[in-house]
């Protein structure tokens, strides 16, 4: 009989929620802050600076973008060129290689340094408690930072 009562006393309750503000509003920006592993997952599978987009440097990400475009337009040119001259095969291949070697290795350094710049985001916007917000290039002063639970 007190077994069925604590069930029903147990049932009868809400379940365990965050009632903090300060602890809805870490887990409201948790949850949408970059994932460093998605980061590195887009970087490795898309590229062109997809994991810099998603990690919120959009700076980074269009230089990525851009780097990788001008590697594989050189390696298509040099390809072009073999195809007109092939007299001169050593050029065309030069060509063909380092556009290859730019684009190959702008993707390395783009899968590296797209989740360090997801994680610096994700710690930023923990640490203003701002969902969505990027890094900027200028640091905000103490006196402009609001407390997590702090109202406007």
Known sequence: MI?????????????IQYRSPVDQRYLQV?????????ALQMSALVGFGSGH??????????V???VQLVG??????????????????DVGVGIVG????????????????APKQAHKTRAYQLWTGVPG????????????????????
């Open 98 to 113: 380092a556009g290859l070697f730019m684009f190959a290795a702008s993707r390395v350094v783009e899968m590296v340094t």
């Open 3 to 15: 077994g069925a009562l604590m069930v029903g006393v147990a049932l009868a309750q809400e379940p």
């Open 64 to 66: 990525s973008f851009g």
């Open 133 to 152: 917000a990027t890094i900027p290039r200028d640091p905000i002063p103490q006196s402009q930072l609001k407390d997590i639970g702090e109202e406007d």
């Open 72 to 89: 594989l337009g050189t390696a298509a040119g040099g390809a072009a060129y073999l195809d007109r001259n092939p007299d001169q095969r």
């Open 53 to 62: 987009f998603y990690a919120g440097s959009e700076t980074t990400g269009a």
């Open 30 to 38: 948790q949850a949408m802050a970059p994932d460093p592993t998605v």
